[in-house]
């Protein structure tokens, strides 16, 4: 018979994938540990299998770089040489040179990778001095028949290879897509599809019920034609035909609709189940897409010569494979930057009193509908100035509105295109690509977030947020205009409902108080340009509460409908350039239902303007006022408050930042809130009174802490003034300061 490789070549590049994988994470671990002979005998035995596999398909070219990796593996088992770095870096190399031929065959490609080189590495590690290599090494596809003695079977003739027809079918194929699918997952789905397939008998049944009302519906609309039944059922209501069937017909309906009612209702609970279990397969482990990391980390901390430990926690957490492919290229490019400039040296480390060994961890969890994910390190951190020194080179903002940034916000401008603070281009970074493609396919292609924080010499975090699955979601859906929208429900923190009175004016902007707290809000038909459709609403607002991170805005909508599991369509062609939406649905009505995107959402309706305006007196453009709040929306209200009435303001997102700001520039008054991060108000007020030059500047507490005792304890440490937020107002905080300043 005739034996055609390419039926065996997808089946093998699986097997050769897992135990690269497997070769990869061993040989990290057994970098650390050279005393865990587990680790080697693990790495040894994959070998071992990729030379069997290469060797029965007749891939001679991976067989002989296989064999030549196990010969050394085997010298290292039985100690006749000893482990070393540079004995590291040629198995690695071996193991990527395996990889990369895999690949080519697969595609059908030359195989003009160099195995001689490698296997010259290998043998000299074993002390050997040459090395022969067969000809045929060249080649990608086989050139010899395989050995009968390796696949022949009692009563079976020998195969043998139709090259020709192997290579031709190698160069034509195309790699099919698939995902492994663990077979508990398969066993659930169909187990809750044979519950379907049973609920379907009962509906069945329920049709057959249906029908048998029908004729007894009918027959008494025929009896009811007698023009004499009046007068009858006057006479004696029980004794009429009409009146039996009348009492029939409605003990059938009533049945039949409570019958109906339970089956549609197990009919949900089995469709969720299926739905659930059938998203299920097409999910994926985070690990599938930074099973390479550890690694990729290896390798970029020799090159540079930095000293790294990487941490992968909950990573067995699960996505849409979609997903999972679109997030492998931001984290490879973010931790690319982690290791190029986050991580110090380890003789600057040391100097900083650091571990010459820097961290870096990725971990991920669930919340809601929604994936978290964070890539922090214990490096430098982003460095600010220099930020922005290159926006101001590049023209990105002015140096006013810089100078009115956090931190944070400063540190989200790397994800601009083409910036990069890196005085020199490497292989590594400084070409100002990559952070701008985390960007591209974080917010823009899987509608998720990303935020940053960064603090000075202690590191810094990224925040990453994306949908479970871009399939089917938990949709909140309302109405605005008389327009059906939706939020994926992991966007709304909360739904409430307040008076129309209750909205208070903030200079040119509306907000609300709760729970002590001053949160924006806006119109959310202002924000997506819809018309006003002059529909008279009630007289309180409904108003939902969108987060990303620790920042919280309100946008009112209309009306309130309902909240479903709903399956996501792209937008149509002419809606795909809108940033606003993300997606599009439809309900079980047959309505449109346009999907928002809640990032975007929430950065438009920061300049979203009212009409009113007001005019800022002339006099108080040249003071400064310094802000300290570690809250996202009550810093852009003060700040909001302040600069409409002619103030320069800054703003700090905790007191040491605020601290290391007051050190910079003398400031005219300080805004400060007691529970922050780091540093709290009373501290920070303290160091500022241990100044000579703010021992007479103005520093006023705002907080929500409202007891006697706080309030005393904030004249102590010297404040001048202390505004419960709670009882927070434009005009109390203009007086405050005007009267102060």
Known sequence: ?????????GKFSEEVGEHISKINHSLLEYEKDTSNFDLLNQVFRSAHTIKGSAKILQLSYISEVAHKLEDVLEALRNKKIHPSKELFSIFFRSVDLISEMVEKTVAGQKNIADEKGVCLELDRALGHKTIEVPEESNESLPTNPIKTEELEEPGATSPVVDKKSSKNNLENRTPEESIKVEAQKLDDSIKVMGEILSNHGRMKQGLIDLEEILKISKSY???????????LQKQNDNSTPEAEIAKVLHSKIKNHSSNMRDVMNMHGLLTEGLREKVLRLRMMPLSSAVETFPRLVRDLSAASGKEVDFILEGVDTEMDKRVIEKIGDPLLHMIRNSVDHGIELPDERQKKGKPRKGTIKVSARYEGESVHIKISDDGSGIP???IKKKALQRNLLSNEVLSSLSDSEIANLIFEPGFSTSPIITDISGRGVGMDVVKENIVEQLKGSIQTETNPDKGTCFTIRV??????????????????????ISSVREIIRVQKSEIIEVVNKQAIRLRDQIIPVTELKKIINLPDTNEKGP???IILLLAMGNEVIGVMIDHLISEEDMDIKPLPSHMRNSELASGATITGKGDVVILLHAPKIMAKSKIVQENKQITPPAEKQKQHILIVEDSVSTREIEKSILESYGYQVDMASDGIEGLEKAQKFKYDLVLSDIEMPRLDGFALV???????????VPIIIVSSRDRVEDKRRGIEVGADAYIIKGSFDQSNLLATVQSLI
């Open 384 to 386: 600010i100035e220099k």
């Open 686 to 696: 303290e160091k500022l009174r241990s100044k000579a030059e703010y021992k007479h």
């Open 221 to 231: 609309l025929e009896n009811s034609t007698n023009s004499d039944i009046a007068s």
């Open 467 to 488: 949908p479970l699955t871009l399939a089917v979601m938990r949709i909140l859906l309302f109405s605005v205009s008389q327009t059906l929208f939706g939020f994926p």
């Open 1 to 9: 018979m005739v034996f055609d490789v390419s039926k065996f070549i």
């Open 539 to 541: 007289e309180d607002s």
